[in-house]
């Protein structure tokens, strides 16, 4: 293990065949996304049972992430696009008339007002709302025109949206995607924590335990971000949604604050959209896009993403080496998150005994430079409150529990090893560093902190810690 974040490669035509999905892993990738907007069941079943084949051949966890589309608004397909001239008059209809630009958004008359911006193709073009009949019709000027191709994005950055953060396609999606054992589920466009704790219900009442990533890309989001990172498993910073919704300078400091309030509550946060976007048609990216990436790794995100380089770029290697270099490099430079971060407060009382054995055990690891610290796991719980303190050695978690070891897989410097034999605790820890001396990422006279539950048989909440050498 080289590094300790993880990268995610959302996977199109130009990495979904077996062989290329075979290279990217072997590359460095750690979660395969689907993209559920660009994706049909039949496609997605053949690229998930590859993964799931690839990973038993490696012996690798790489873990799997469906992205629902959510209320996604898009204007309609034209013969030929649309020229938009400033100060022009338009009129968008959720009805297919003559002269009128069809929207998919039913709401849309009637949840707009005078006044509203209305922003089409990732805000390249801008228009404002001049009257609505609430009912089907609304006339709009153009404040930056251009051309308007088909089934491009809208966003209302000004207007409270009543589409369901479920939509009825995504609903058919989460169908498919719970039949399959897939880790990780992305929600979009979530405005707050009811719309995480809906998904959430569902996925309980079918008694399955697929975790939520709540995508954040809305204005109201960033207002309710304290009680949605609450209510989430994990939190990804959309960039490309959020950049249009909100004034792009302010992107930065929202991404940051977000980072470090997800490392203060323990859940996992990703940093996505546009991270190597040039490579998507180049084999090399810019200086800004290598500075984007690195700042992502030294503010402690636990994952980076590609969007279009991997999944329809020309050069999805190129990417991901790229990618992989430059965390390599930051990781091993005075820049990295384990020698900046300060301690954190303990934020979660009802594990106080598990969240301060994790501090001590980051303490222990720095002050003695142990090389390793050993979790055993039943519900990936201490592992990921012992990677929220961003320790510098490494955590090495070991669980009988394949799903959890694929979960861990997008969690900041874990990696997961298959294990079920430990009957005592003193078996456990004996067995899992020498597993690792195996493998060559111990050797004899390294230090290394285990945590454990004792006793080991009833497999509960961690209550013990020991520093040891190995032998």
């Known amino acids: 293990m080289i ?86 008059e338009v009129v968008f209809s959720t009805k297919r008339k003559k002269n009128t630009i069809h929207i998919s958004y039913f709401g849309f008359a009637k949840d707009v007002s005078k006044k509203d911006k209305v922003l089409l193709d990732d805000g390249k073009l801008a228009l404002e709302v001049i009257s609505t009949n609430k009912k089907d019709t609304v006339v709009l000027k153009v404040i930056f025109g251009g051309l308007l191709q088909s089934r491009k994005g809208v966003n209302l950055p000004n207007t409270k949206i009543s589409l369901p953060c479920l939509t009825k396609k995504d609903k058919l999606d989460l169908d498919f995607v719970l039949s399959e054992k ?33 995508k954040i890309e809305k204005p109201e989001a960033i207002n309710e971000i304290d009680s949605i990172i609450k209510a989430a498993d994990a939190i990804m910073v959309a960039r490309g949604d959020l950049g249009v919704e909100v004034p792009l300078y302010k992107v930065p400091v929202y991404q940051k604050m977000i980072v470090e309030k997800c490392i203060e509550h323990s859940k996992p946060v990703i940093i996505a959209t546009q991270m190597l976007e040039s490579m998507t048609d180049n084999p090399t990216a810019t200086r800004a896009e290598v500075n984007d990436v690195a700042n992502s790794v ?11 380089e991997t999944s329809i770029g020309a050069y999805p290697l190129n990417v991901v080496d790229t990618m992989r270099k430059i965390i390599r490099d930051v990781e091993r430079s005075d820049h990295n998150i384990s020698k900046s971060i300060i301690n954190k407060t303990l934020v979660n ?105 004792m006793p080991a048989q009833e497999k509960g909440m961690t209550n013990m810690m020991k520093l040891s050498k190995v032998k």
């Open 3 to 88: 590094r300790k974040t993880k990268i995610i490669a959302t996977i199109g035509p130009s990495t979904s065949s077996r062989p290329m999905l075979r290279k990217i892993i072997q590359r460095g990738v750690n979660v395969c996304r689907l993209n559920f907007s660009h994706l049909e069941h039949d496609d997605a079943k053949e690229i998930i049972s590859n993964i799931k084949e690839i990973n038993q051949e490696l012996n690798m966890h790489t873990a799997i992430l469906a992205d629902l589309q959510g209320p996604k608004i898009r204007v309609g397909i034209f013969e030929k696009p649309i020229k938009l001239k400033k100060g022009d």
């Open 182 to 214: 897939i880790e990780w589920i992305g929600l979009s466009f979530v405005r707050s924590a009811n719309d995480v704790k809906i998904l959430k219900r569902i996925i309980e009442n079918k008694k399955l335990h697929h975790k939520i990533i709540a």
């Open 298 to 308: 030294i503010d402690g995100a636990d994952a980076v993403m590609l969007s279009g």
């Open 349 to 453: 009382n009802e594990r106080l005994l598990t969240n301060a054995i994790c501090s001590n055990a980051c303490d222990i690891a720095k002050s003695t430079e142990a090389k390793a610290i050993i979790t055993v796991t039943y519900s990936g719980f201490n592992t990921i409150k012992m990677s929220s303190y961003r320790p510098n050695a490494f955590i090495y978690a070991f669980t009988n529990n394949h799903t959890i070891l694929n979960t861990l897989s997008l969690v900041w410097g874990v990696r997961g090893f298959y294990y079920n034999r430990g009957t005592t605790t003193d078996q456990t820890i004996k067995e899992t560093k020498e597993i690792l001396k195996d493998r060559n990422l111990l050797k004899k006279g390294d230090l290394v902190v285990n945590l454990a539950s």
